[in-house]
């Protein structure tokens, strides 16, 4: 090694980025999800809406954040096919439960059970 101040300066740079990757991925994940998560689902429902529905989006909107930890957020959108009818979806969530969970999933009303 010819420069040791080089190296030291990119091994602190790259222990940066990971330690920040990390936190914005686990611990961090609201923050994270702030700034990724919508993006990441809105994606996410334009994957599934073409590959499953056939159709095109025509306006779709996401939270940001997954309040409930289940790895999903709650979508809404219209198709070009149907403009007039929205629909309700989850799709998964920005952060390590988004890179486990992938694409959409239709919502099922939570009923308390006896």
């Known amino acids: 090694m010819r420069n040791p101040k080089l190296f030291l300066i990119l091994f602190f740079v790259t222990l940066l980025i990971v330690v920040s990757g990390a936190f914005l991925v686990t ?34 909107r996401c939270q940001a954040v ?19 009818t929205p629909r309700s ?11 486990f969970n992938r694409g959409c999933k239709t919502r099922v009303p939570g009923f308390p059970s006896n």
């Open 27 to 60: 611990a961090g994940r609201t923050v994270g999800q702030s700034i990724f998560g919508r993006d990441f689902a809105e994606g996410q429902l334009k994957d599934y809406v073409a590959a499953v529905l056939k159709q095109e989006i025509n306006g779709a």
């Open 89 to 99: 979806i989850e799709c998964a969530a920005w952060g390590l439960d988004g890179f």
């Open 66 to 84: 997954d309040t409930d930890g289940n790895g999903y957020v709650s979508c809404d959108y219209t198709t070009t096919a149907q403009p007039n």
